[in-house]
């Protein structure tokens, strides 16, 4: 069964840096995008930054500069550096791919248990 497995996050001040890992255990047949997603109180769940299979990355406006990902595609993995962070980047942080569980599978979207990033001023 394919699950995403999320680590990092924590309690930060601001200007200071936190690392986001994800990895995709159960040995999915395909990733097709991953990357990940942030959901602060009373806000709808917003992307941060995804890779895609041919390396093109998304980051959002509101990260950029400060926030990059990177791809591990041998080990179904994406980690997310976040530097410079600030009070309103406080969240959780979800993981999110869209796979092939096998190779008769329909391309799905499967999401991580959510990390907290907390950002004190």
């Known amino acids: 069964q394919v699950q995403l497995v999320e680590s990092g996050g924590g309690l930060v001040q601001a200007g200071g840096s936190l690392t986001l890992s994800c990895a995709a255990s159960?040995?999915?047949?395909?990733?097709?995008?991953m990357g990940w997603y942030r959901q602060a109180p009373g806000k709808q769940r917003e992307l941060v930054a995804h890779?895609?299979?041919?390396?093109?990355?998304n980051i959002a406006d509101s990260v950029k500069g400060r926030f990059t990902i990177s791809r591990d595609y041998a080990k179904n993995a994406v980690t997310l550096q976040m530097n410079s962070l600030k009070p309103e980047d406080t969240a959780v942080y979800y993981c999110n791919a869209d796979l092939w569980a096998t190779k008769w599978s329909s391309l799905t979207d499967y999401w991580g248990q959510g990390t907290q990033v907390t950002v004190s001023s």
């Open positions: 890779v895609t299979t041919t390396g093109t990355s």
């Open positions: 159960g040995r999915p047949f395909a990733i097709n995008v």
